[in-house]
């Protein structure tokens, strides 16, 4: 049997489970997952290698109206993933309906697979999920319409079925025991990132950007320094906490999904900078990894 093998881009608006998704198909906690929208900020990839085949996912970030440089460079990673992808999973859900005008053409003059998962089925009725099918069977009569529920592992089968099907013959691009294109350093400021989210509301979570400054690999211990930027004082005050409760808390918290991830006892250390204005700030988004030379 030929070897098949390629990109698939999961694009769709915050909140519709794309992350979740790709988690549940590369079966690893890959993508950060909050209930707060707007989570996922980077193109993340996930690597699922089979004995004939191989995928490689690209979660992307939500699709939104940018207000910041921070935005508008999280939309070309979303742009980026539709023009090199072999393959398009637009995700939605029953009472999303998807009217980002720009990207629905771009979908219908490629002519890359595309495959629309409705996801969270599970919410609504058979009735329901059928009138959602028909209505994207007219927006796109020659794609693939597929329901799911990413939760609860509902039809990935047959989705996962069907994304091997559109493949491309091709070797593989990854070693088979590679699950992401990403660092482990990656991996573990998104960890930071997700309990700040889970334990701070408002602007917080959004203000926030987490960077790994050292990662030193010890036989029994590995200790890790991270610093939070934060876009004001008064951010910082908030994640400090009153004498320092709330950031000891979420160094527990984060210590202890990080020592899950590597199977290895951790220390630490958190510090909180302010830098103001750094969604709009071209040279500190280069170095946090958002803008490449490729779209200077």
Not at 5 to 13: M, N, P, R, T
Not at 63 to 82: E, F, G, N, Q, W
Not at 184 to 212: A, D, N, Q, T
Not at 228 to 251: F, N, T
């Amino acid at each position: 049997m030929a070897h098949k093998a390629g990109f698939v881009s999961i694009i769709g608006y915050p909140n519709v489970g794309k992350s979740t998704l790709m988690n549940a198909l590369v079966g690893e906690r890959l993508s950060i997952i909050t209930p707060k929208a707007q989570t996922t900020r980077h193109r993340i990839m996930g690597i699922l290698s089979g004995e004939d085949f191989q995928i490689i996912y690209s979660d992307t970030p939500g699709i939104i109206k940018p207000h910041y440089l921070l935005h508008r460079s999280m939309m070309s990673a979303v742009m980026a993933s539709l023009s090199d992808a072999d393959e398009i999973l637009l995700v939605t859900e029953i009472d999303t309906p998807f009217e980002n005008e720009q990207i629905l053409e771009q979908l219908r003059d490629s002519s890359t697979p595309l495959i629309v998962v409705i996801n969270k089925v599970d919410l609504s009725s058979e009735t329901i999920v059928k009138q959602s099918i028909e209505k994207w069977k007219i927006q796109f009569p020659t794609a693939d319409i597929i329901p799911v529920s990413a939760l609860h592992l509902f039809n990935l089968g047959n989705l996962l079925d069907l994304i091997i099907e559109k493949l491309p013959e091709a070797p593989g691009y990854y070693p088979k025991d590679e699950l992401s294109d990403r660092s482990v350093r990656f991996f573990v400021s998104e960890m930071i990132r997700e309990k700040i989210f889970m334990l701070f509301g408002e602007e917080v979570p959004y203000s926030c950007e987490v960077i790994v400054d050292t990662f030193k690999e010890e036989d029994n211990l590995d200790r890790i320094e991270a610093t939070i930027y934060v876009s004001r004082e008064s951010q910082k005050a908030i994640l400090l906490g009153k004498q320092g409760k709330s950031i000891k808390k979420l160094g527990m918290e984060a210590r202890k999904e990080i020592e899950t991830f590597l199977d290895k006892h951790i220390f630490l250390g958190l510090t909180i900078k302010v830098e103001k204005n750094w969604r709009e700030n071209e040279r500190l988004l280069k170095r946090f990894g958002y803008i490449t030379n490729n779209e200077e």
